[in-house]
């Protein structure tokens, strides 16, 4: 099992453009997350998802779209990235069975870069 | 408003003595806690959960203690390795809120041979 898989692993973007970062895990679970981890901050939520087809905030969502695909693919879009979301994306997913005890299996992260 | 706090400098011992990390919470009444490791340039890698009405929780030499009333978690490592060295953050877990963490921003561990 790959586990969680993100794409791209390193990203440059100019102020203004957008992008999508791509999320799949191969666990069969019903959760996804995405994080965003900043020197100092600790890792923030930005989206989660509880299952297919819903979604909802987190802490900072601001300037952030998500897509939950299919129960395997979670995908994050900055529609116009600005220097502020500089950072380092994680995606990660549980096994959320009703109970709040599910530990959570993160991704390698997406180290993006906005000029 | 809720906060979590982990000892914000980097500790650095000898290998062989016992690391301990302090995760210290606010305003917050958490059903559970959660320790991760990370590694530089990895995602984070879950280690233990402790309930809340549990005490200590042990996993070979990783320990664990959960005390609500002082509002606090440590995190031990004993007969600590080099390859012990790496970030180690706690997370708090919400009532009603599914699988919803709440992380500190994590300590850094160096284990010097």
């Known amino acids: 099992n790959a586990g969680v898989t993100q794409t791209p692993k390193f990203q440059v973007l100019k102020t203004g453009q957008s992008m999508t970062l791509q999320c799949a895990q191969d666990?069969?679970?019903?959760?996804m997350y995405w994080y965003r981890q900043d020197p100092g901050m600790g890792l923030r939520l930005i989206y989660y998802s509880a299952s297919e087809g819903t979604t909802d905030k987190g802490e900072v969502p601001n300037g952030y779209n998500v897509s939950r695909l299919n129960k395997r693919e979670f995908s994050l879009r900055l529609e116009s990235a600005a220097p502020s979301q500089t950072s380092v994306y994680f995606c990660?997913?549980?096994?959320?069975?009703?109970?709040?005890?599910?530990?959570?299996?993160f991704g390698p992260g997406t180290r993006l870069t906005v000029l | 408003s809720q906060k979590i706090e982990q000892n914000s400098e980097a500790l650095n011992i000898q290998e062989g003595k016992t690391a301990t990390l302090t995760c210290n919470y606010t305003n917050y009444s958490p059903a559970y806690l959660q320790w991760y490791r990370q590694d530089p340039g990895r995602g984070p890698v879950f280690l233990l959960l402790i309930r809340e009405n549990e005490k200590e929780k042990r996993k070979e030499r990783l320990k664990v203690t959960f005390d609500t009333t002082l509002k606090q978690s440590l995190f031990h490592i004993t007969a600590s390795q080099p390859a012990d060295s790496a970030t180690y953050l706690c997370a708090l877990d919400r009532y009603n809120q599914g699988g919803k963490l709440i992380f500190g921003q994590g300590t850094e561990l160096s284990v010097k041979p």
């Open positions: 990660a997913s549980s096994e959320d069975r009703g109970y709040s005890t599910d530990t959570q299996y």
């Open positions: 666990m069969n679970h019903n959760s």
